[in-house]
């Protein structure tokens, strides 16, 4: 009795080596212990950039002459932006609502002419400011553009035209957030991020948690059908995701003054299938882990990319393209795009269209498949 309360090595191994057996039968643990780093260290070292370059521009000039030209190169040699010439100015301005463009620059008519008169055109730079952090590069790097094409293009005999002034000027429009208020981007967003978090977490614990109780059994016991134990599973999330969504739109627009221009029944339903898509995640998780702490490691690992590459955190559009690939399959991606369009755009039905078309996609595609497994498990 005496030795048995003394510290013994041998116990203490045996414990040591029981769990660490314990760690190389769960598989999905000792995956998950190796994959959070690996997934953290890339995202963080190769896919988050605060400075993005080669962003999407529509480019609308109306006359083509060596000025013109110039400053176009200048714009391709800063990397800031990636050229898209149009000739229609309205398709261009459509294409910044929808976010297909983070900048449209407008080359007026007569430019080069004004310029050798010594009138000081103006070009017009009309920017996306929904995300403050992703234009400030680039709307930086505009006078040092101006400066390049300057000393490069007027010299000899036009090189008056730059002694005590600048041959023309850059005007920037900052459009939907034009201050670039840091909370009108982010708090919105923020809706995305807290649905994501929670409804995939309680879905995945709640199924997880009957199966390890051993309740599930009395369940299957009961003349019921898989789907109508998921969908059961899920409609109270539903509700409780409504709560969440009124509490953080009310904050927003009371606390943060963030304001409202779009279509309130387009975003609802968006909302509404974003929260689908998220509690089906959830199912589809709890249909594959085997305790609850596998649900929450999943969860997480799901939880990662999501606030990573959707551009709650960084700029999208400053991601490499393998990582934007990634960030276009996440419903959060869409999500955030509606959420900052209906607030700050005042984009409709047409504008989040195609932020309303994936998360269809998504949620059909999920839910398929975790019924498809949900109803293996179970069987």
Request: with cysteine; charged share 15%.
């Amino acid at each position: 009795m005496l030795g048995s309360k003394l510290f013994s090595i041998s116990r203490w191994w045996a414990i040591i080596v029981k769990e660490f057996l314990q760690l190389r039968r769960d598989r999905l643990t000792f995956g998950m212990i190796i994959g959070i780093p690996i997934v953290q260290l890339l995202l963080f070292g190769y896919a988050i950039n605060n400075d993005p370059k080669h962003l999407p521009t529509a480019l609308v000039v109306n006359e083509q002459t060596p000025f013109t030209r110039s400053f176009v190169q200048s714009l391709k040699n800063s990397e800031y932006y990636d050229l898209k010439n149009l000739v229609n100015e309205k398709e261009a301005k459509d294409g910044l609502i929808k976010g297909h463009f983070q900048f449209v620059i407008s080359i007026p008519v007569d430019f080069s002419q004004d310029i050798l008169r010594g009138r000081e055109p103006q070009i017009l730079v009309e920017a996306d400011a929904t995300d403050p952090m992703a234009i400030g590069g680039a709307v930086s790097s505009l006078q040092g553009i101006i400066q390049s094409v300057a000393q490069k293009e007027f010299k000899g005999t036009t090189s008056y035209l730059i002694e005590n002034k600048k041959p023309f000027s850059v005007i920037i429009h900052k459009l939907y957030n034009p201050e670039g208020i840091t909370h009108y981007n982010i708090v919105p967003t923020l809706m995305g991020v807290v649905l994501t978090m929670t409804t995939v977490m309680m879905t995945s614990l709640a199924v997880t948690r009957e199966r390890e109780r051993g309740t599930m059994e009395n369940i299957l016991a009961m003349p019921v059908h898989s789907f109508e134990i998921m969908s059961g599973k899920i409609v109270p999330y539903i509700l409780i995701a409504h709560i969440q969504v009124g509490i953080i739109a009310c904050f927003a627009r009371l606390l943060f003054h963030v304001p409202f221009f779009g279509d309130g029944l387009a975003l609802y339903f968006a909302t509404v299938l974003f929260i689908i898509a998220n509690l089906s995640v959830g199912i589809l998780i709890s249909a594959i882990a085997k305790n609850q702490l596998q649900s929450m490691q999943m969860t997480i690992f799901y939880f990662l990319p999501n606030i990573m590459l959707s551009g709650f955190m960084f700029p999208f559009a400053g991601m490499p393209k393998w990582a934007q690939c990634i960030g276009n399959i996440l419903p959060l991606t869409y999500f955030n795009r509606a959420v900052r369009g209906a607030f700050l755009k005042g984009s409709g039905w047409a504008e989040l269209m195609p932020s309303i078309v994936p998360l269809m996609l998504f949620c059909c595609l999920v839910l398929f498949l975790a019924t498809k497994i949900f109803k293996r498990t179970l069987d």
